[in-house]
């Protein structure tokens, strides 16, 4: 059976994972796409690691029952916490998003980088890892405390969220990052204040780009690519009030919602 003109599915702990399937729709124009905003329980950062999986469990099921051909877990948390366990689980292809550390470290020139994340990403086994495994760099790690409920309150560019960056990120300045690193898709809405708090000199960095580029390569390598050239359809469900994913799609599309 041929699956390729199946839908991608995409779910997130809320409206953050939008940043990802923005960087997907833009490279693979032709793919139709479900995206499920599960803001019921957001945020994912401060849940144990295995509501975190039962929630993953949850919102794939549902992708799933969609015919979705792969599915891109579109939050840092859960793929942190839970990929492996999602892997393991479904015979379907899971396209995880973590923090870009190593290009970070890789390009550093002060040696110091700075990562702003979830607290259930920066405890994960495999955050650890990866910290791990680099050496003489300074990783500043800083758990982006509220800043998910208040992205998901609709309150981007408000003066609680400039006060809580500022809070979290000037420590990382003293210590002379050079680049800081996005560990959360909720965050990249944020870069717009992030910049002005920040030297113009240290780069921020997100895996949006990343993700589609391996989404890509995943669908190619399962020949899943949608060649037939068609209006997509993207359909977006939240199981919380629409307004706010409305607003950060630019009211271009419609949200429905569902309790998955």
Request: charged letters at 25%.
């Amino acid at each position: 059976m041929d699956k390729s003109t199946a839908p991608i599915g995409l779910f997130d702990s809320g409206i953050g994972g939008t940043s990802i399937w923005k960087e997907i729709h833009n490279l693979l124009p032709n793919e139709d796409t479900i995206y499920l905003a599960d803001s019921k329980n957001a945020p994912y950062g401060q849940k144990s690691k295995e509501e975190i999986i039962e929630l993953s469990f949850k919102n794939t099921e549902y992708l799933l029952e969609q015919n979705s051909k792969i599915i891109v877990v579109a939050c840092n948390t859960a793929t942190t916490n839970a990929i492996k366990e999602l892997r393991a689980k479904y015979d379907v292809p899971f396209i995880g998003i973590e923090p870009a550390i190593k290009p970070a470290a890789f390009n550093t020139k002060t040696k110091t980088i700075g990562i702003l994340a979830t607290k259930g990403t920066l405890s994960s086994e495999l955050f650890y890892k990866t910290v791990s495994s680099l050496e003489g760099i300074n990783v500043i790690e800083q758990v982006g405390y509220n800043l998910v409920k208040l992205i998901e309150e609709g309150k981007l560019g408000s003066p609680e969220i400039k006060e809580l960056l500022e809070e979290y990120l000037n420590p990382m300045i003293e210590a002379n990052i050079d680049h800081l690193v996005l560990g959360c898709s909720h965050y990249p809405y944020l870069v717009p204040q992030i910049r002005k708090i920040l030297p113009e000199s240290v780069k921020i960095i997100d895996s949006g780009e990343a993700v589609a580029k391996q989404t890509k390569a995943i669908l190619e390598k399962n020949n899943l690519l949608n060649t037939n050239s068609h209006k997509n359809k993207n359909a977006f469900y939240t199981n919380a009030d629409t307004t706010v994913l409305k607003s950060i799609l630019n009211n271009e599309y419609e949200v429905l919602n569902k309790d998955f």
